[in-house]
């Protein structure tokens, strides 16, 4: 009933500006908190930047003051503006939410295909 769909990957330098979009489609739905996530081949799967529904955001170590997420409430879309990009940033990027269905009790935590990020140095 809901999906998540990405788009912006693609292939940068070292240095480099990309920005990966992601809009959740569906009916009878609300979001909590939305982000992304990223894995690296032979890498486990590790948060990004996240957004809950009031604003609060979570980054990681690794991309502070680097990468911004933004966020559209009304629009259910959610942005990752990385900037200064580097070879270790290399990664499948996946968008996340974590959804509550109208009428239902339990929160279920949605991905999307994964977009690839490349940075060459």
């Known amino acids: 009933q809901v999906q998540l769909v990405e788009s912006g990957g693609g292939l940068v330098q070292a240095g480099g500006s990309l920005r990966l979009s992601c809009a959740a489609s569906g009916s009878m739905f609300s979001i909590n908190d939305m982000g992304w996530y990223r894995q690296a081949p032979g890498k486990q799967r590790e948060l990004v930047a996240k957004m809950s529904s009031g604003g609060r955001t979570n980054y990681a170590d690794s991309v502070k003051g680097r990468f911004t997420i933004s966020r559209d409430n009304a629009k259910n879309t959610v942005d990752l503006q990385m900037n200064s990009l580097k070879p270790e940033d290399t990664a499948v990027y996946y968008c996340?939410?974590?959804?509550?269905?109208?009428?239902?009790?339990?929160?279920?935590?949605?991905w999307g295909q994964g977009t690839q990020v490349t940075v060459s140095s």
């Open positions: 996340n939410a974590l959804i509550t269905r109208i009428g239902a009790t339990y929160i279920y935590q949605y």
